[in-house]
């Protein structure tokens, strides 16, 4: 008798099941797919984007110079989003990103240039500076328990005031880096040895389009072969659950906001060697772009899900509107405007995806 019922539940649920899989439309089909690979989304946009201005440029989007050009503006926005990516799987936002950089390097110039102090531990304090940054705001959303939003918002207004303040807006000449602490530029130099060059699309590629592949590549074994970070994506999907399970979730919420200002520091000597220069009002929309590359990535603001991968896609999407944009002879302000379209589209697009059960 209980085996001829469990019999027919089980023909019941396997109908259903038939049938919900029958009905699904073919919208409903491509909603599973995206479910199910997440990493496609960003994929879908990047080339929608490369066949659109392709089209608008008459081609020139798919020169090497201009891919060279998407590269090096996708090395720092990219590092930057890493950073942003661990913080967001955790369900945060960090807002100070971009002004936490802007600091990280006037410590580099101002230590190596005008005080004199060796480049390596002037590099070395840069970085630092951005760990010590990402510690304080660790510490007050795990033991103060403020809303990361408010943390991060307040600290990117402290630290831009203070950059603006201790420097009074001047910057670093290029001429005055390469006189007193070269090794500052590392990241904008070409990668060569000898008459060898590594060359994209026929172009040579600088240090920071390099080190923005290593970054990604270490991260992603990192969140995906890790038991950190596996606890990473644990604490942002469900936090209660997880301590549940035993993981100590201010601690790995402690170590990402640490992690992230590390990473913010690496950006900073790389943004030093991309620009040349060293000026306190420079990537004032880096925040933004940051963000944009992790949401367009498929990383969801409500923590829990997301590849390092997909922010990858979704930072050379934002290289790709930039440069786009800039050979279509657009303004200047229609790269904000079309980051702003992005992360609400990329948003939508997610809660879209999340309405269909695994």
Known sequence: MTDSYEASASGADTR?????????????????LLHLYPTLVP????????????????????????????????AIVGILACAQTLVILTAGIDLSVGAVMVLSYVVMGHLGVTYGVPAP??????????????????????????PPFIVTLGMWQIVLA?????????SIRSQDIDAEAPLLKLFGQRVEA???QLKIMGAPTIYAVLLTAILFAAFWYILHRTAWGRH??????????????GVQTDRILMSVYITAGFIVGIAAWAAIGRVGSISPSSFAEAN???????????????????????????????????????????????????????????????????????
């Open 16 to 32: 259903v099941a038939e049938f919900e899989h029958a009905k699904r439309s073919p919208l409903g089909h491509l909603q599973h």
């Open 43 to 74: 994929i879908i946009i990047l080339a929608l984007s490369v066949i659109a201005f392709a089209i608008v440029t008459d081609g020139r989007i798919l020169s090497g110079l201009a891919i060279k050009i998407t590269l090096e503006q996708t």
């Open 232 to 245: 990473v994506y644990a604490v942002g999907d469900d936090k209660e659950a997880a301590e549940l399970a």
């Open 288 to 358: 933004l772009d940051s963000i944009a590359a992790v949401v367009i990535g498929g990383t969801s603001l409500f923590g829990g899900r997301g590849t390092i991968m997909g922010t990858l896609f979704g930072a050379l999407t934002v290289g790709v509107f930039a440069t786009g944009l800039k050979l279509a002879g657009a303004n200047p302000q229609w790269v904000l405007f079309a980051s702003g379209c992005l992360i609400i589209l990329a948003v939508a697009l997610d809660q879209w995806i999340r309405r269909i059960s695994a």
């Open 194 to 196: 000898g008459d060898w």
């Open 121 to 146: 531990i002037a590099v070395a304090a840069g970085i630092l500076t951005g760990m010590v940054i990402g510690a304080i705001n660790g510490l007050l959303v795990t033991r103060v328990k403020l």
């Open 162 to 170: 203070s950059v603006f303040l201790y420097t009074g807006s001047q």
